[in-house]
């Protein structure tokens, strides 16, 4: 069994720098594994650190390609990876030395495990809001935080749903992920967020539709990075335009046409599903969830109802080849910048409540 590491990174190079450090370290074999490094067009050394890298991983591959969007490094990495599991990471995370041996042995199990993961532990730059508990549901072994990705299964090798195997920590059989169309859109600039589809969620529905399970392995662990700018309430605001726009996509290719936005109760009752106590939260931070919902979903709908091609964008039978799919003016015209990024709440639509 060969693994195929990938990270698709834009303008971290001191982050991809902590994230390759750690790839190195793995206790798995270094004959073992691939590591292809997807650049989306950085502004900053991350050219740098990958030439370094290169002098010290056995097997690594850098791609350069500043079409915007994770989905091109995503796919671009999945043309070149050999491995029979692909393994995509993020340029945040850093995975624990056990991290490819226990991927090994998740899907070595069965030939039935599609998927698998680990835990995805979250490391904090700065002390966080006392605000972040209202949003962390269920309690240490069966945990999610899902506006920061944090997951605990637990302790125990087991089965878990298959939509809750994540981007900062996804293992899949290179076959079940094409079996499965590739990816859908991911992460996309501030300007274009618009664009954002249910990425890696697409690829664990579909795994399951076919029959494919998803296994949880407690040493498969990484740790998610969160700096600072992070724990502010535009980058609350931001996250949930996204997930506003992944639950529109979904919504559109399903129905294949265009649907009313919600209304405001509507979007209240999506909002309280990731609350531990709803009714208890601080008001400024279920505002800034609610109006991120909103204004994505309105984002995706404006954008198919008004522009054919954007239309095409969403309704694609898949993003595979991504010179087919590419073809929007918007996409095709985008100059990087080195801005930050949506994460930080600067930029994703109008953070402002």
């Not at 795994?207 to 992070?230: D, Q, T």
């Amino acid at each position: 069994m060969k693994f195929t590491v990938s990270i698709t990174t834009c303008n971290r190079a001191e982050s991809l720098a902590r994230t390759l450090d750690a790839v190195r370290a793995q206790d798995l074999d270094a004959g073992a594994f691939e590591v292809i490094v997807a650049d989306n067009g950085s502004t900053d050394d991350t050219k740098s650190v990958c030439d370094a890298a290169r002098a010290r991983i056995a097997d690594f591959t850098y791609i350069h390609d500043a079409r915007p969007g994770q989905l091109v490094g995503w796919h671009l990495a999945l043309a070149k990876a050999s491995g029979d599991i692909t393994c995509f990471i993020d340029d945040d995370v850093c995975p624990d030395p056990t991290w490819l041996s226990a991927l090994a042995d998740a899907f070595a199990a069965d030939d039935q495990v599609g998927l698998a993961t680990g835990p995805i532990r979250l490391a904090f730059e700065a002390p966080p809001p006392d605000w972040l508990a209202a949003m962390t549901l269920g309690e240490p072994g069966g945990q999610t935080l899902p506006f920061l990705g944090l997951l605990d299964a637990g302790s125990d090798v087991r089965d878990i749903p298959n939509n809750m195997v994540w981007g900062s920590n996804f293992a899949v059989r290179r076959q079940v992920l094409l079996e499965a169309g590739g990816f859908h859109p991911g992460a996309m600039p501030a300007s274009l967020i618009r664009f954002y589809g249910d990425g890696e969620v697409h690829v664990g529905r579909a795994a399951g539709a076919l029959g494919y399970k998803a296994r949880y392995h407690p040493a498969a662990g990484v740790a998610h990075h969160i700096p600072a700018r992070r724990m502010s309430l535009d980058a609350v605001y931001a996250k949930f335009v996204t997930s506003g726009c992944a639950r529109a996509f979904q919504t559109l290719r399903a129905a294949g046409k265009a649907f009313a936005v919600p209304t405001n109760a509507e979007i209240a009752g999506i909002a309280a599903g990731y609350f531990r106590e709803p009714g208890a939260a601080p008001g400024d931070l279920v505002a800034r969830v609610e109006k991120g919902l909103k204004d994505g979903m309105a984002a995706q709908l404006d954008g198919f109802e008004n522009d054919a091609e954007f239309r095409k964008w969403v309704l694609m039978d898949n993003y595979l080849d991504i010179d087919r799919c590419y073809s929007h003016p918007d996409l095709l015209s985008y100059q990087p910048s080195g801005a930050a990024d949506w994460r930080s709440g600067n930029g994703a639509l109008d953070a402002r409540s």
